[in-house]
Each structure stands twice: as C-alpha cells, then as structure tokens.
C-alpha cells in the first residue's frame, strides 16, 4: 500500500495525501478518530482507486482497485487502533 493514500481529485471528501501514513496503524487509527463517519474516494500514488468507509472510532474498510485486478475491489478492514482484521474481495458491479 503507499504510504499516502490519496491525491486530490474532484469529490469534496478526499483526505489530503499528506495528513495520514496508512502504511502504519498509527496513521490509520488517527484517520478514524480525525475524521467524520462517511465514505472518502480517491487515487493512490500508482494511480489505483480508493474509497474509505469510516465509522469514526470504530474503524473503517479500506477497498482499492488495483490494476492488475480491475473488476474486483480489495477489502481491507481495520479496527479503531488501525490494526488490520479483515480482508475479502468485492466484484465491482
């Protein structure tokens, strides 16, 4: 995963690349305490979709379409503490 998730684009939830380190459970727990409970879009640096779904203080699920895989979204869910405790995959309809 690159170390910051997001370059603006044009929805107005996107996190500034250069608030929060999601390589680490540090910068994940702090997105999820920061940040208001919605869903966040956005690219990473190779350029991949992202959406965040946060519920704030509870954690979020970080889904990301990477390009070697362009019909599946991979799931990545984290706890409040930014710990990794799930991961699937969602076709992407």
Known sequence: MSRHVYVP???PLVIPSN???FTEPSGRAK????QESSIYTG???DREEVMIC???GVGCII???HHNKPKWWECLEYDKDGYLIGESYEPDI
Not at 31 to 34: C, D, P, S, V
Request: no cysteine; net charge neutral.
């Open 9 to 11: 684009d044009q929805n």
């Open 19 to 21: 608030k929060y380190d």
């Open 31 to 34: 997105f999820i305490a920061e």
């Open 43 to 45: 690219y990473n640096q």
């Open 54 to 56: 946060l519920e704030k």
């Open 63 to 65: 889904k990301t379409k």
